[in-house]
T-cell receptor, first 113, second 112 residues
Framework: DQQVKQNSPSLSVQEGRISILNCDYT??????FLWYKKYPAEGPTFLIS?????DKNEDGRFTVFLNKSAKHLSLHIVPSQPGDSAVYFC????????????FGKGTKLTVNP | DGGITQSPKYLFRKEGQNVTLSCEQN?????MYWYRQDPGQGLRLIYY???????QKGDIAEGYSVSREKKESFPLTVTSAQKNPTAFYLC???????????FGPGTRLTVT
């Protein structure tokens, strides 16, 4: 049973436009959410997180939105750059992050120059 | 420079052999984790440790073993009992379980 779902395996956008990566979850106990970026043959790097007490968190070009009623979160990248091309993983945890992280399968983003 | 190191980056073994993957961190983090990634899959938790000399099984611990004798080191042994050992293995650490995890560069293990 997949508790964290990233339904789009891939996404392609033009440089300078907005990239929107989506993530859905089923476990209502999740209250802490993270996005990681991963290049091939490298470890994931932490991008941004959000607690369930917020509905938005922003860090530079990256913004994460959380819709608790829909059990949905999204990562917006504006403007997209070719260096953003990578696989993006959504992850969730319960009890303020003290429970184990559950990862989605990832979305491969390609930003075309 | 603080970080997590995993060695080697590529590892080849014959079926039936045990192999140990190294993970070292100098971030002074208490918690350490081992994940496995297969093509088209998310990261799956193998083992984790919150403190020295203590560790817990994750979702897919069968065929693996770990030790945590030092705060900075968390080696993973892939035993011959692991049915599908060929994968990309990632080690991570965090200040404690409430904080974001930082990952090492990974080890690609190929067993033939």
């Amino acid at each position: 049973d997949q508790q964290v779902k990233q339904n789009s395996p891939s996404l392609s956008v033009q440089e300078g436009r907005i990239s929107i990566l989506n993530c859905d979850y089923t476990n209502s106990m999740f209250d802490y959410f993270l996005w990681y970026k991963k290049y091939p043959a490298e470890g994931p790097t932490f991008l941004i997180s959000i607690s369930s007490i917020k509905d938005k968190n922003e860090d530079g070009r990256f913004t994460v939105f959380l819709n608790k009623s829909a059990k949905h979160l999204s990562l917006h990248i504006v403007p997209s750059q070719p260096g953003d091309s990578a696989v993006y993983f959504c992850a969730a945890s319960a009890q303020g992050g003290s429970e184990k992280l559950v990862f989605g399968k990832g979305t491969k983003l390609t930003v075309n120059p | 420079d603080g970080g997590i190191t995993q060695s080697p980056k590529y590892l080849f073994r014959k079926e039936g052999q045990n192999v140990t993957l190294s993970c070292e961190q100098n971030l002074n983090h208490d918690a350490m984790y081992w994940y496995r990634q297969d093509p088209g899959q998310g990261l799956r938790l193998i083992y984790y440790s919150q403190i020295v000399n203590d560790f817990q099984k994750g979702d897919i611990a069968e065929g693996y073993s770990v030790s945590r004798e030092k705060k900075e080191s968390f080696p993973l042994t892939v035993t011959s009992a692991q049915k599908n050992p060929t994968a990309f293995y990632l080690c991570a650490s965090s200040r404690d379980r409430s904080y974001e995890q930082y990952f090492g560069p990974g080890t690609r293990l190929t067993v033939t």
